[in-house]
T-cell receptor, first 114, second 113 residues
């Protein structure tokens, strides 16, 4: 069974630009969550999508947005990039967005903002 | 505020030297506690889910336990390949963090041959 895939794996952008990251969940998983990982803050929750609807959102500015398609694939977008947005962005999928179901992570997209 | 604290931040062991990692948590209501392993440059790999105090799970040299305030990850006779960062996360019931995972900062484990 294929795992969570994320594209691209590495990205270098300039301040002020915008970026779109993609995530394909494990087959049959309908919930997709996004996290930002930095050395200082660790893993922080961005948002969760289930059946094309945002169910939950973390404490990030509106520059961070996402969406989910009917096939459960998800994208996140960051507009007006800042140096502090440099991080590993991780996507995780689970069977549902409720209960204690395990979340399985992809390899991440390493974003560097210069 | 829901919070997860892991200790120690870093742990160096000799091969075969057993030890434990700690994860203490404060949540309004615990839905589940998760342990992950993360290797450099990779996404976290799921290890265990614990739902209620007294529950234990085992996998090879790893054993996770849960109380009402903390969880332990016991590593028995570790090998160099167990070297990684171990992350603890909780999923809370209700409140502003419902559904998402709240992670600790992790414990970086190094096992020397």
């Amino acid at each position: 069974k294929a795992g969570v895939t994320q594209t691209p794996r590495y990205l270098i952008k300039t301040r002020g630009q915008q970026v779109t990251l993609s995530c394909s969940p494990i087959s049959g998983h309908r919930s997709v969550s996004w996290y930002q990982q930095t050395p200082g803050q660790g893993l922080q929750f961005l948002f969760e999508y289930f059946s094309e609807t945002q169910r939950n959102k973390g404490n990030f500015p509106g520059r961070f947005s996402g969406r989910q398609f009917s096939n459960s694939r998800s994208e996140m977008n960051v507009s007006t990039l800042e140096l502090g947005d440099s991080a590993l962005y991780l996507c995780a999928s689970s069977r549902t967005g409720t209960g204690g179901y395990e979340q399985y992570f992809g390899p991440g997209t390493r974003l560097t903002v210069t | 505020e829901d919070q997860v604290t892991q200790s120690p931040e870093a742990l160096r062991l000799q091969e075969g030297e057993s030890s434990s990692l700690n994860c203490s948590y404060t949540v309004s209501g615990l839905r589940g506690l998760f342990w992950y392993r993360q290797d450099p440059g990779k996404g976290p790999e799921f290890l265990f889910t614990l739902y209620s105090a007294g529950e234990e799970k085992e996998k090879e040299r790893l054993k996770a336990t849960l109380t009402k305030k903390e969880s332990f990850l016991h590593i028995t006779a570790p090998k160099p390949e167990d070297s990684a960062t171990y992350l603890c996360a909780v999923q809370a019931v209700g409140g502003g963090s419902q559904g998402n995972l709240i992670f600790g900062k992790g414990t970086k484990l190094s096992v020397k041959p």
